[in-house]
């Protein structure tokens, strides 16, 4: 079946610096990617819509200046958290889609980020 | 704006029982409806995927319902289980209209006990 992958599955970072998360989609190309944030105890909050090309689409309250998303290629999108600060810290996970409307969004299994 | 709510936050069970998990939307125009589980620090499993035509979904000791019109879902766990324990969330994927996007609840902490 489909596959999603995310890489790193954890990182600790200093405050100040910036860090990359990949998600790719091992098996398909995904023309649409999500990105979600998950504080402890809380539920996914989606972040942001990226489609394959075009810019992202943000949802709001969600800084897209410090949340830098890349769709370059059908199989990978980046979030680069940019001046990470301690309440950056969180569980970041990543879906994808083959297509407009298709059926089945499949997951990464996420990013813990630590920021000291 | 699609609201998910679920209830309860979190329940404790004995093993063997069977329970109830429940989840209400605000808007009804979906196009699907799923259930995940998630173990603590880690991503998602997907339980069971109900489609806006469908009624309900089976999937072993799992069936999950879905009335769209009343905006409510329900995931029944039947027997449950120690392996049972996790996060369930509940994900409501909007309309292409709604750009398709997902929106998920607070989830259920389900302790199951031996």
């Known amino acids: 079946g489909a596959v999603v992958s995310q890489h790193p599955s954890w990182v600790i970072c200093k405050s100040g610096t910036s860090v990359k998360i990949e998600c790719r989609s091992l098996d398909f190309q995904a023309t649409t990617m999500f990105w979600y944030r998950q504080f402890p105890k809380q539920s996914l909050m989606l972040m942001a819509t990226?489609?394959?090309?075009?810019?992202?689409?943000?949802e709001q309250g969600v800084e897209k200046d410090k949340f830098l998303i890349n769709h370059a290629s059908l199989t990978l999108s980046t979030l680069t958290v940019t001046s990470a600060h301690p309440e950056d810290s969180s569980f970041y996970i990543c879906?994808?889609?083959?297509?407009?409307?298709?059926?089945?969004?499949?997951f990464g299994a996420g990013s813990r980020l630590t920021v000291l | 704006k699609q609201e998910v709510t679920q209830i309860p936050a979190a329940l404790s069970v004995p093993e063997g029982e069977n329970l109830v998990l429940n989840c209400s939307f605000t808007?009804?125009?979906?196009?699907?409806l799923q259930w995940f589980r998630q173990d603590p620090g880690k991503g998602l499993t997907s339980l069971l995927l109900i489609q806006s035509s469908q009624r309900e979904q089976t999937s072993g000791r799992l069936n999950a319902s879905l009335d769209k019109s009343s905006g409510r879902s329900t995931l029944y766990i039947a027997a449950s289980q120690p392996g049972d324990s996790a996060t369930y969330l509940c994900a409501v994927r909007g309309t292409v209209e709604n750009n398709n996007d997902m929106r998920f609840g607070a989830g259920t902490r389900l302790t199951v006990k031996p």
């Open positions: 990226s489609n394959e090309g075009s810019k992202a689409t943000y």
């Open positions: 879906s994808a889609r083959a297509g407009a409307g298709a059926n089945v969004l499949t």
């Open positions: 808007d009804s125009a979906i196009y699907n």
